[in-house]
């Protein structure tokens, strides 16, 4: 069984870019769950993608968008790039609402 | 905001039961309890959860109160490779529901 896979796993940007991050889920999860972790805090949920369309949002501005795929895996896109949005990004699958299991992330550093 | 309150720190001995304990007064019937770590530079790994009754699996037990209003993640013989943050979390199990993140427990096992 291949679990969550994510990439690159690491990522520098300028201030004012734009960034991709991808994910692929785990075999069998048809939802995608994207999460912000800011060092030494608890990850931020971002969104979530069920069925190709966003299924739950939390807090955070129309900047951050995302996709996902027929074969269930996801991008999260990052437009105009703040130095705060420097973090490390998880990705995690399910199959609906059960247990999410995350991949080791993409740790994105904006100069 | 997380809806649970965990110790910030623990220390186990190698060998011996680690004790998580976890506090969620405010659980609502239809929310899950859910356990994670996360092991430094690496993403959360789900461990167990649970409604209502006592569960088991290859890695831990979750012993949840009558009352619901806590409950004890219990690693049986604890490993260096143990030493983590560990996080509580209340989930209501339906699709499009976040994971909320809280500060968690490190866990510090010594040999």
């Known amino acids: 069984e291949t679990g969550v896979t994510q990439s690159p796993t690491h990522l520098i940007k300028t201030r004012g870019q734009q960034v991709t991050l991808r994910c692929s889920s785990q075999?069998?999860?048809?939802?995608v769950s994207w999460y912000q972790q800011a060092l030494g805090q608890g990850p931020q949920f971002i969104f979530q993608y069920y069925r190709e369309e966003e299924n739950g949002r939390g807090n955070f501005p129309p900047r951050f968008s995302g996709l996902q795929f027929p074969n269930y895996s996801s991008e999260l896109n990052v437009n105009a790039l703040e130095l705060d949005d420097s973090a490390l990004y998880l990705c995690?699958?399910?199959?609906?609402?059960?247990?999410?299991?995350f991949g080791d992330g993409t740790r994105l550093s904006i100069l | 905001d997380a809806k649970t309150t965990q110790p910030p720190s623990m220390d186990c001995a190698e060998g011996r039961a680690a004790n998580l304990p976890c506090n969620h007064s405010t659980i609502s019937g239809n929310e899950y309890v859910y356990w994670y770590r996360q092991i430094h530079s690496q993403g959360p790994q789900y461990i167990i959860h649970?409604?209502?009754n006592n569960e088991t699996n290859e890695m831990a037990s979750l012993i949840i109160t009558e009352d619901r209003k806590s409950s004890t993640l219990i690693l049986p013989h604890a490993t260096l490779r143990d030493t983590a943050v560990y996080y509580c979390i209340v989930r209501v199990g339906q699709a499009g529901t976040a994971l909320i993140f809280g500060k968690g427990t490190t866990l510090s096992v010594s040999s």
């Open positions: 995690a699958s399910s199959l609906g609402s059960g247990p999410q299991h």
């Open positions: 649970g409604l209502k």
């Open positions: 075999s069998g999860h048809n939802t």
